[in-house]
């Protein structure tokens, strides 16, 4: 009891010395808005945090519309698109109900995928399902629907482009989920489930997640590539019947689960193959509670220069003959390992998983700049050098942080998609970080073993600067508190 004058005189003296606070993200459902400080997360000084949108906590990916004015969101309760024509404040245009259960119901559909016209996300009508694969039609933000249902589910779906029923290109005229299904959308009213899978087709399993694959990327139209134990490149100029090419064949390497994702800028003509891990928690580097150290928690670039040559003369459907043998090389391996503080960049160790979900910049092209979620550790700006080495530019960590996935809105604004948070909006500064940002209560925990020091004798002129901070003070407590709207949902 005897520490509150001096907590009390501590924040609003840090209050008086914080920075002005950026442009605020006003979320469109009643709910108080989150203060642009945040209070409660430290980056280095070329980060900005602008706003989040707290009733989205649970959610894992989002996905830009390919104009960039419309982003969609999943998180345990639906699908959400916003209005991103001002990118550092988005507007709700629409939601739709679509709940996820077990895992799904704290961990929404991870990297939702969309052609502007339908969006594939897993879910059912209820909280209690039965739960199945929705083709949502996204076409009018403000009036979704399903369009239609198919009775299976998977972690990941990807868009495959083909040819619609009418004879039209269309970028999401097939899926692919993980554990092998196709799912033939030429007609998103009527999707059919094919019996054969992409599994079979390329020699990687039948049905189910043996081999284990995390999730694919369709590099450009006919070129796909999965990401997991071993990571399959492959002809899907006939997505029903798509071809093994090529692979990194890293089976022997993990223990368990293995490349999350990949990224090839450019259409799959960038020097540079970008791949992250995730990796389950066993052994002595990456058991829960460790620091993420260890050659297995990291993201890494591969030289695919050879695959590019060997692209440029290959003709569709003739498969790994038609490659001539090119292969990808890997380069270097970026990770954030060790243990601290949230104030410092790190975290006491890592509770679950280490590296997430990545994006490169959309610049990107012999190199540049790409955003990473690294769960405790936040969220990472690496650059990629023209020689496909990386190294760190900047970085925004909270202190109950769980960052799942970033996505570029413009060249210098994230959205975060940060599974405890919600949907964050922060801003990379072009500039060489030269400090770090420190908030509030940050500044009020590093010095908390200090509180009982003398205090500094207020000047006369902070009168009115004291009202200010106690506004503010009051603001930050109706924020945090119990919310109605967010027990309700």
């Not at 519309?65 to 991103?84: E, I, K, M």
């Not at 995928?113 to 739960?131: C, E, F, K, Q, S």
């Not at 997640?209 to 590099?219: G, K, Q, R, V």
Request: aromatic share 6%; hydrophobic share 40%; glycine share 10%.
């Amino acid at each position: 009891m005897r520490r509150r004058p001096a907590v009390l005189i501590a924040l609003l003296t840090a209050a008086l010395a914080a920075p002005a606070a950026p442009a605020l993200a006003h979320p469109t459902t009643p709910l108080d808005p989150t203060m642009p400080t945040d209070l409660t997360f430290a980056s280095t000084d070329n980060v900005e945090h602008l706003g989040r949108f707290p009733e989205h906590t649970g959610t894992a990916g989002g996905a830009l519309s390919a104009d960039g004015t419309r982003f969609y969101l999943t998180d345990p309760r639906g699908v959400h698109v916003y209005d991103t024509t001002d990118p550092a404040s988005p507007s709700l245009l629409g939601s739709l109900r679509l709940f996820q259960t077990t895992t799904g119901a704290a961990l929404a559909q991870e990297d939702p995928d969309t052609n502007d016209r339908i969006l594939l996300v897993d879910g059912g009508p209820t909280p209690a399902g039965p739960t199945a694969l929705n083709v949502v039609d996204v076409s009018d933000p403000k009036a979704l629907k399903v369009l239609a249902t198919v009775p299976v589910t998977d972690h990941t779906w990807t868009c495959v482009s083909g040819v619609d029923a009418s004879r039209r290109k269309n970028s999401c005229a097939y899926a692919y989920g993980r554990s092998g299904h196709v799912v033939d959308l030429r007609n998103p009213a009527k999707p059919a489930l094919l019996e054969s899978t992409w599994r079979e087709a390329v020699d990687y399993g039948t049905r189910g997640n043996s081999p284990y694959t995390h999730d694919l990327t369709e590099i450009r139209p006919g070129l796909v590539m999965s990401a997991g134990s071993t990571s399959i490149l492959m002809d899907t100029s006939n997505p029903a019947k798509p071809l093994r090419l090529t692979a990194i064949d890293q089976q022997q390497r993990f223990p368990s689960l293995g490349f999350h994702s990949v990224e090839w800028a450019r259409g799959g003509t960038s020097p540079w193959l970008v791949a992250g891990t995730e990796i389950a928690p066993g052994g002595p580097t990456n058991a829960a509670g460790s620091d993420c150290a260890g050659e297995n928690s990291v993201i890494e670039t591969w030289d695919a220069r050879a695959v590019v040559r060997a692209l440029r003369t290959y003709k569709p459907g003739t498969g790994a003959k038609g490659l001539r043998g090119a292969t990808f090389t890997k380069v270097d391996a970026f990770q954030v390992a060790g243990r601290g503080i949230f104030l410092d960049g790190a975290a006491p160790g890592h509770v679950l998983y280490c590296a997430h979900w990545m994006e490169l910049h959309p610049d990107f092209a012999a190199g540049g700049r790409m955003a990473v979620s690294y769960y405790d550790r936040g969220t990472r700006f690496v650059d990629v050098g023209k020689d496909g080495r990386m190294k760190e530019i900047g970085w925004i960590v909270p202190a109950e942080g769980y960052s799942g996935s970033p996505q570029w809105i413009t060249d210098d604004i994230v959205y975060v998609m940060d599974y405890r948070r919600g949907l964050e909006v922060v801003r990379l500064l072009d500039r060489t970080a030269t400090g770090t940002r420190r908030s509030v209560v940050d500044r009020i925990a590093e010095s908390s073993a200090a509180l009982e020091a003398p205090q500094p004798p207020l000047t006369p002129g902070q009168g009115g600067a004291i009202a200010a901070a106690l506004a503010l003070l009051a603001l930050t407590v109706g924020a945090l508190r119990p919310r109605g709207a967010l027990a309700a949902a």
